[in-house]
């Protein structure tokens, strides 16, 4: 007899909103202030109209996944494929016109960014795509306060961003995972190699992403394990993290107004 594999299969769209979206929503960065609902709904994998009245109401992100839906022809911006291209990255990206992209920008965050402007103007012919890691590395202004001397800047860019750990073991709702912070050396932003951290899977038995394995990969936001990663997204998030990081060392660094991040 074949072994049925208790694991669940890849989320829907909305429950993958409500899963990489709780996180910030839950410290109060951004999104209605209506975290325990948003938890629920990506805890028990539901969707129904009031989760996309919450999804709607994310300053940062909802902006982002009307644009790759509009762009990409798919009719629902919380589409799996759409939600999947903003926290993780997909081929959805590599698809969006460039000049497009950066008209959608100017009228966006222009008037906001004011003179730090030109460097995300800059940014957008060398290959950045509206994904949340373009938007924690190019558009909020942590990067360009890495300078001051002070860790915070550092610690809000590693914890803000999507990124990818391991499973080593679990407790209850502590899961210890293998993961890559970011380190910064005063000129270059970079991976570490990897060390061991202890994230939040749940709150008393129920979580975003249960019954994880030692071996397995998961996407954290902040300090939980949101979901399971299945080797292309695992592969796709890499890849997305690593260009946007390398755009955002190879460009002048600035320091910008604090704009939300969903």
């Known amino acids: 007899m074949t072994a049925v594999d208790p694991r669940p299969a890849v989320v829907t769209g909305p429950t993958l909103f409500a899963r990489y979206a709780y996180p910030p929503n839950e410290r109060g960065s951004c ?10 709904y990506g805890a028990a994998a539901r969707a129904d109209p009031g989760l996309e009245l919450l999804a709607r109401q994310f300053a940062g992100a909802w902006p982002y996944l009307e644009f790759i839906a509009g762009v990409s022809g798919i009719p629902d911006a919380l589409d799996h494929r759409v939600v999947e291209a903003y926290w993780l990255g997909n081929d959805l990206l590599d698809r969006i016109d460039m000049t497009t992209f950066g008209n959608a920008l100017m009228d966006r965050f222009r008037r906001q960014m004011g003179t730090s402007w030109q460097h995300l103007a800059e940014a957008i012919p060398v290959g950045v795509v509206p994904t949340h890691s373009f938007h924690v590395f190019h558009v909020y202004p942590w990067v360009g306060l890495l300078g001051n001397g002070r860790g915070e800047p550092l610690e809000v860019l590693q ?51 249960t019954g994880l394995e030692p071996g397995e990969w998961v996407g954290l936001h902040w300090g939980w394990v949101c979901d399971r990663l299945t080797p292309r997204q695992l592969v796709q998030l890499r890849r ?9 060392n190879d460009r002048v660094a600035h320091s910008g107004p604090a704009l939300s991040i969903g």
């Open 31 to 40: 999104g209605p202030p209506q975290h325990q609902t948003l938890f629920e």
């Open 159 to 209: 914890r803000c961003r999507i990124r990818w750990g391991q499973v080593v073991s679990s407790d209850g709702d502590q899961v210890v995972v293998r993961s890559r912070p970011l380190v910064y050396d005063g000129q270059r932003l970079e991976l570490s190699e990897p060390q061991l951290e202890t994230a939040t899977s749940g709150i008393g038995g129920v979580g975003l992403a």
């Open 240 to 248: 997305y993290t690593l260009r946007h990081l390398r755009i955002a």
